[in-house]
């Protein structure tokens, strides 16, 4: 399970700008290697009451890449990045 700050969450956090995407676009960062399985949303309120939102995805690795997928950079080209 991976999550991060939904598409409607915060654009920063501690000052910094954040990268937001929904369950299906953090699936997309690990390419053909692994398979969609679930994904769920939070809303989390802050200690300052603000409400953030939070998607999660969750991932099976698969057995091996595709034979047609390479790796730079330590992520397959297959991907959108």
């Keep these: 399970m991976i999550g991060g700050f939904a598409n409607d969450g915060p654009e920063r956090c501690s000052g910094l700008p954040v990268a937001r995407r929904e369950a299906v676009g953090i699936a997309e960062l690990f ?4 398979e969609f399985v679930a994904e769920t949303r939070e809303q989390h309120v802050t200690p300052s009451g603000a409400t953030q939102s939070f998607a999660y995805t969750v991932l099976r690795k698969l057995d091996r890449y595709p034979a047609e997928s390479t790796m730079t950079d330590g992520l397959p080209t297959d991907i959108n990045r």
Excluded: D
Excluded at 31 to 34: C, I
């Design 31 to 34: 390419g053909s290697g692994f």
